[in-house]
Nanobody, 115 residues
């Protein structure tokens, strides 16, 4: 059974930091491209960051320099380090794993950024 489970979501003040984790099971993790998406209330789902199987990362312009994606193939986990958080960073964050036509989604975790 393929499964992704997020953890680390929380409520923080602007300028604060969070580290999201996503643990995978049931997939050949090292072959998958991994990504973090978020969706704020009333907005479309947004690709925040992704990291390919070759470790190459890509970021949305809105998070460049503040959020960092990384993966640990031995642990089958992907992370999103979030620094200097802004109110517009709030939303439900989901991790995603893709290999060819196959995609696996996590259930999502809430991130709130407010004073």
């Amino acid at each position: 059974q393929a499964q992704l489970v997020e953890s680390g979501g929380d409520s923080v003040q602007p300028g604060g930091s969070l580290r999201l984790s996503c643990a995978a099971s049931g997939i050949s993790f090292s072959f998958y491209a991994l990504a973090w998406y978020r969706q704020a209330p009333g907005k479309e789902r947004e690709l925040v960051a992704r990291v390919r199987a070759n470790q190459r990362p890509d970021y949305s312009d809105s998070v460049q320099g503040r959020l960092t994606i990384s993966r640990d193939n031995a642990k089958k986990e992907v992370y999103l380090q979030m620094n200097n958080l802004k109110p517009e960073d709030r939303g439900v964050y989901c991790c995603n794993a893709v290999l060819g036509a196959r995609g696996v989604w996590g259930g999502g975790g809430q991130v709130t950024v407010a004073s």
